[in-house]
C-alpha cells in the first residue's frame, strides 16, 4: 500500500491550493492520515493530521489557513491551503501518524 501525495505547484502569496494524497489499497487499513513538508535546509514537520473518525489536528503553523480533510470512499486525504505565504515554500508529504516509511511528495511554491 502506497500514499501519492499530488497537485502540488506555483501560487502567489495570498493564493490556494489543494493537495491530494491517494492511497493505492483501501484508506480503511490506515488510522490517523497526516501531511507533513519540509522546507530547504529545514527539517520535515508535521502539519496537520487527520484520525479514522474525521477529526483533525492542525500544527501552528496551519491554524486559521489550512484544512485536512479525509474521503474515504475515494481513499484520499485531502490538505486544502489558504492564504498561502512564501515560508509555505516546501515539499508536502502525505503519510501515516506516527510517520512510517516515506514516499515522493509534492512541491509546493509561493510567490511574493
Known amino acids: ?3 501519492q501525495a499530488s497537485g502540488g505547484g506555483l501560487v502567489q502569496a495570498g493564493g490556494s491550493l489543494r493537495l491530494s494524497c491517494t492511497v493505492s489499497g ?3 487499513n490506515f488510522g490517523t492520515l497526516a501531511w507533513y513538508r519540509q522546507a530547504p535546509g529545514k527539517w520535515r ?4 493530521f487527520v484520525r479514522r473518525d474525521g477529526s ?3 500544527a501552528d503553523l ?4 489550512f484544512t485536512i480533510s479525509r474521503d474515504n470512499p475515494k481513499n484520499t486525504v485531502y490538505l486544502q491551503m489558504n492564504s ?3 515560508e509555505d515554500t516546501a515539499v508536502y508529504y ?3 501518524y506516527p510517520a512510517r516509511t516515506w514516499g515522493q511528495g509534492t512541491q509546493v511554491t ?3
Do not use: D, M
Open 1 to 3: 500500500v502506497q500514499l
Open 26 to 28: 483501501s484508506i480503511s
Open 45 to 48: 514537520e508535521l502539519v496537520a
Open 56 to 58: 483533525a489536528s492542525y
Open 62 to 65: 496551519a491554524k486559521g489557513r
Open 84 to 86: 498561502l505565504k512564501p
Open 94 to 96: 502525505c503519510n501515516e
Open 110 to 112: 509561493v510567490s511574493s
